[in-house]
């Protein structure tokens, strides 16, 4: 089995920033695509950003140029940098990852989730 564990959220004022992070652990054989997603109250659960093993990263239109996504392959951990915060970014932020685990078999991911909030 794979956890993913999240951390870094908060509350913070807008045009503050916040650092996520998602480290994974367990029977890890190669993580492909690692993705953070967040669900605001009300709304559907929306993906903000992935990175691929390779380093590629694609982002949400909503967020382009205030969040950046990074991994450290070594350690499995997933960051993703947001600044320039707005109200409209509080939300539930969720980490996913899938890969393959040492059993061959494909996994699928997720974290709990962590809290983000801007608010003044």
């Known amino acids: 089995q794979v956890q993913l564990v999240e951390s870094g959220g908060g509350l913070v004022q807008p045009g503050g920033s916040l650092r996520l992070s998602c480290a994974a652990s367990g029977s890890i054989f190669s993580i492909a695509a690692m993705n953070w997603f967040r669900q605001a109250p009300g709304k559907q659960r929306e993906l903000v950003a992935f990175i691929t093993s390779s380093g590629s990263t694609n982002y949400a239109d909503s967020v382009k140029g205030r969040f950046t996504i990074s991994r450290d392959n070594a350690r499995n951990t997933v960051y993703l940098q947001m600044s320039s915060l707005k109200p409209e970014d509080t939300a539930v932020y969720y980490c996913?990852?899938?890969?393959?685990?040492?059993?061959?078999?494909?996994?699928?991911?997720w974290g709990q989730g962590t809290q983000v909030t801007v608010s003044a």
């Open positions: 996913n990852a899938a890969g393959i685990a040492t059993d061959r078999r494909a996994f699928d991911s």
